[in-house]
């Protein structure tokens, strides 16, 4: 069922049959939720491989300072294998954690190093892997703030189909050249520019499709299923492409680069299929200001005029604060559980996974609550749902820390 402008006034999910002309609404909604998913997927594929990226790199503590000519570095004073509760000092370490205690008097053997207890790259606090690797996670975080912003305007004037296409079409570029990481130099500025695809998020929210009464429900799955991708990755990465590649007799330096070209390909595929296979409106194949009522075409002066208003300003806090903690999970856990936990690859990746997993259910569940308090008490219904959302995601975070 479509309302008077041809926008879709139901959300038949599943339906995915008949021409574009026939069914426009749902080819938009599938394209712009698995070229998201895929952004995602494709954004955050080298993080549950961090620790073999920075072995390739030869960053990890271990290799630049080999623990029998360097054996009172921090990183191996402070070590603990939380796996096996052994230390690195056997007899414990003096309060300034600069060396370990010696033996005991009277003992015959100076055993108080113990580097078997060390993991195969130490990657801990302090570090320099540690440090690019954060470096890094920040670096494809600001590109994605950056491109996000000019998004609008290039919506605008391109339309969805064609800002999505070329998106994918250039993370492709950065995400397949991800295979040739040699230095820290190179891993941050690939990050970087693979950050970019984060942005598919907006074309994924910029909605022509949905009439006001199921739009939010829309919107909010598109956006879930999208964000999913970057749970998905963690086990897609790990398990189902390096693990195997592995087990086949590559070395895990082949295994991580080779790893890297399959979500390359993905999004190309992606892209074409976005570029032939669908439209921008309900009604034609390419979007036009004019055609949904703007009586002018797109300027950078539009962001000074939203910027004004002190709504949107809140918004972005809250966006802000909402979405970087994902970020930060999504960057972060997989490594800091083989750190820190010594953990196997695919294990960590699989209990780092269930963060963004909670994707599949969490923002449908937004969208439709919003929906719902719309209905009844209007739009102030969709600030009590956003309330409620940020209220309780504060108050689990708490808990969390």
């Known amino acids: 069922a479509v309302n008077d402008a041809n926008k879709a006034t139901e959300f038949p999910i599943w339906r995915v049959g008949g021409t574009v002309e026939q069914n426009p609404h749902m080819r938009a909604f599938w ?18 491989l961090g620790l073999e990226v920075a072995w390739s790199m030869e960053i990890c503590e271990n290799q630049l300072y080999p623990p029998a000519e360097f054996p009172k570095r921090k990183a191996y004073v402070k070590f ?26 009277g003992s015959s053997v100076d055993d108080r190093y113990d580097p078997s207890v060390l993991t195969k790259c130490v990657c801990t606090t302090g570090t320099e892997c540690a440090l690019t690797i954060a470096d890094a996670g920040v670096a494809s975080v600001a590109s994605t703030i950056l491109v996000r912003i000019a998004m609008g305007t290039l919506l605008e004037r391109f339309g969805p189909a064609n800002v999505q296409a070329g998106l994918m079409v250039f993370g492709a570029i950065w995400v397949g050249a991800s295979a040739g990481i040699t230095a820290p130099w190179n891993y941050t500025l690939i990050r970087f520019f693979i950050g970019a695809v984060g942005a598919a998020f907006v074309t994924n929210q910029f909605d022509l499709m949905f009439a006001p009464n199921i739009v939010g429900t829309a919107n909010a799955t598109a956006g879930g299923w999208g964000n999913l991708g970057g749970g998905v990755t963690q086990i897609f990465m790990s398990l189902v492409l390096f693990q195997p590649f592995v087990d086949a007799g590559m070395d895990a330096d082949a295994a991580w680069r080779v790893s890297m070209l399959v979500p390359a390909a993905l999004f190309l595929i992606a892209a074409t299929a976005i570029k032939y296979l669908c439209w921008d409106t309900p009604t034609g194949r390419r979007y036009s200001a004019a055609e949904m009522g ?27 604060a909402c979405f970087g903690t994902e970020l930060a999970m999504n960057n972060q856990l997989a490594t800091h559980f083989r750190t820190y936990f010594q953990m196997k690859a695919g294990d960590a990746a699989a209990l780092a996974s269930a963060f963004g997993l909670m994707n599949l259910f969490a923002r449908s569940l937004g969208g439709i609550v919003s929906d ?9 219904g969709r600030i009590w749902a956003q309330f409620l959302a940020l209220f309780f995601e504060a108050a689990f975070l708490f808990g969390f820390g």
């Open 80 to 105: 603990k294998n939380l796996k096996t509760e052994r230390l690195y000092c056997t007899h414990g370490r003096n309060a300034d954690e600069s060396d370990c205690n010696p033996p005991p008097a």
């Open 31 to 48: 394209a712009a939720t698995i070229s998201f998913f895929l952004a995602f997927l494709g954004w955050f594929a080298l993080a549950p």
């Open 294 to 320: 703007k009586a002018q075409g797109p300027s950078m002066w539009d962001y000074v005029e939203v910027i004004k208003d002190p709504r949107v300003v809140v918004m972005i806090f809250q966006y802000g």
């Open 372 to 380: 719902q308090l719309f209905r009844r008490v209007g739009f102030r």
